[in-house]
């Protein structure tokens, strides 16, 4: 079975630092695209960050300078560093990713579970 596992939410004080993990694992070839989504108490889900194949990134301007998506290909890992948080950055943070499988040759679109990040003082 193809999964996604986020870890590394919590809660910290604003201008504080978090680091979250999103691991893949199943009968994976490669990871196509990699992106961060969150969803705030009572707001839509937004796209935050993403990463491509080729490592080429994107993000939503609220968060440019701030957070940084990198994927580990050989761990089959994505990760997305948050430093300066506010808390407007609050939010249930979900990593999903377009990822070619080894058998049955296709792409599948995957999303994880979620893992919550807090800011407050």
């Known amino acids: 079975q193809v999964q996604l596992v986020e870890s590394g939410g919590g809660s910290v004080q604003p201008g504080g630092s978090l680091t979250l993990s999103c691991a893949a694992s199943?009968?994976?070839?490669?990871?196509?695209?990699m992106a961060w989504s969150r969803q705030a108490p009572g707001k839509e889900r937004e796209l935050v960050a993403s990463i491509t194949s080729s490592g080429a990134t994107s993000y939503v301007d609220s968060v440019k300078g701030r957070f940084m998506i990198s994927v580990d290909d050989a761990k089959k890992t994505g990760f997305l560093e948050m430093k300066n948080l506010d808390p407007d950055d609050t939010g249930v943070y979900y990593c999903h990713a377009f990822m070619r499988l080894m058998e049955p040759n296709e792409v599948r679109n995957v999303w994880g579970q979620g893992t919550q990040v807090t800011v407050s003082s």
């Open positions: 199943g009968n994976i070839f490669s990871i196509n695209w």
